[in-house]
């Protein structure tokens, strides 16, 4: 096979792995992908570039999304500048895929802040309702070990800020893409650009305050949460309280249906209503989520308690008939094992924010 062949076959790959995030770095992109069509070792100019398989990236973007793509761009820069002007005192600059136009299904959007405290940037946000969430990440780079501070949340899109020392605002930080000054832009310059790109759209008139807009995740998280105090009969529920064992439920359909994520909303959700109203809990846990979900997880809902009876073989023949004919009955089945199965004591669950990052992944892909 000819070297350019097995270039070209490589870059097709890679991009194709990134495109479906089965990885979301290139240099491990392109080895798996290099692994896949030869057994010879390559040298890296061998192989293609990370600028290379991000155009052939944004060419599968455009193949796949159409006109969404542009929708979602705008939509993004615009939520980008809002948040900015919320940071305004951590002169935040804009980089990454919003700013460059390469976004695809899934993308966040980066920001870097300059605070030698970033916990004083985590508290603004979440007095904003933001719910920010502190990562510290230890890297091997050129050589040394350093250490990068990642604050993540949620406002119609997944942002990852990365917060630099005070002292480094001027600093010109390189592509690792292409090896050239970091492409960013500040407050001012995203506000130029916005006004460039979209004229009919003025960024400083038409933009909400945050805290004017909750979040659905935000209205889980509450209702989830008081589920620690809910303790069940010990012969029905040996696993201990109602969260614990939501969040088996949840990790048990994700392991059924790991893409549906409507199935998965109705098994971490299925029984909020126990710390509203025990007694009625799942007419409770549908009035508290009404506008938070959609009609198929509230029919999933609704209707998982009937489910454990159709497992039982003790529910009545019309009502047997009448599940088995919805078009979801089938998801229905999965929720009354899963929710039958998730009461194991000592079993490993996830953290009720890795459950609610996973579904805001899964409403961002699926977007």
């Known amino acids: 096979m000819s070297n350019d062949k097995l270039r070209r076959q490589i870059l097709a790959e890679a991009a194709r792995m990134m495109y479906e995030r089965q990885e979301t770095e290139y240099y491990r992109a392109k080895i798996k992908a290099a692994r896949k069509f030869t057994r010879r070792w390559l040298k890296p100019s061998d192989l293609p570039s990370n600028r290379e398989i991000r155009m052939e990236l944004q060419r599968l973007t455009l193949l796949h999304e159409g006109d969404s793509h542009a929708e979602r761009l705008r939509e993004m820069r615009f939520r980008a500048y809002q948040v900015m002007r919320l940071l305004e005192p951590f002169r935040p600059r804009l980089i990454g895929s919003t700013l460059t136009g390469h976004v695809r299904k899934g993308s966040d959007i980066d920001i870097h802040v300059f605070a030698d405290n970033p916990s004083t940037v985590a508290t603004v946000l979440e007095a904003e309702g933001l719910h920010p969430r502190l ?10 070990q350093r250490q990068y501070t990642h604050i993540h949340f949620h406002h119609h899109f997944p942002f990852e800020l990365t917060v630099y020392p005070a002292n480094k605002a001027h600093y010109v930080f390189k592509s690792s893409i292409t090896g050239r000054p970091m492409e960013r832009a500040s407050l001012r310059e995203l506000r130029e650009l916005l006004k460039r790109e979209y004229p009919d759209h003025d960024p400083d008139a038409e933009q909400p305050q945050l805290a004017d807009e ?3 995740f935000d209205v889980y998280r509450s209702l989830l949460i008081p589920l620690q105090t809910v303790r069940e009969r ?3 529920h040996p696993e201990s309280d109602a969260l614990y064992h939501s969040l088996q439920v949840f990790d048990l359909a994700r392991q059924e249906a790991p893409y549906d994520e409507e199935l998965l909303a109705a098994a971490l959700l299925h029984d909020v209503g126990k710390a509203i109203d025990p007694l009625n809990h799942v007419e409770a846990g549908l009035h508290a989520l009404e506008g938070t979900i959609t009609e198929r997880t509230a029919w999933l809902i609704e209707h998982h ?3 454990h009876d159709l497992l039982d073989g003790t529910l009545g023949m019309r009502a047997r008939r009448r599940l088995s004919e919805h078009p979801d009955y089938d998801a229905l089945v999965i929720l009354a094992q899963c929710d039958r199965a998730g009461r194991v004591p000592g079993a490993s669950v996830p953290e009720l924010e890795e459950a609610l990052d996973y579904l805001r992944e899964l409403e961002s892909y699926n977007g």
Do not use: I, L, S, T
């Open 214 to 216: 909750p979040d659905r």
């Open 234 to 236: 010990r012969d029905f």
């Open 305 to 307: 308690m009937e489910a």
């Open 135 to 144: 990562e510290r990440k230890r890297v091997r780079k050129d050589g040394q």
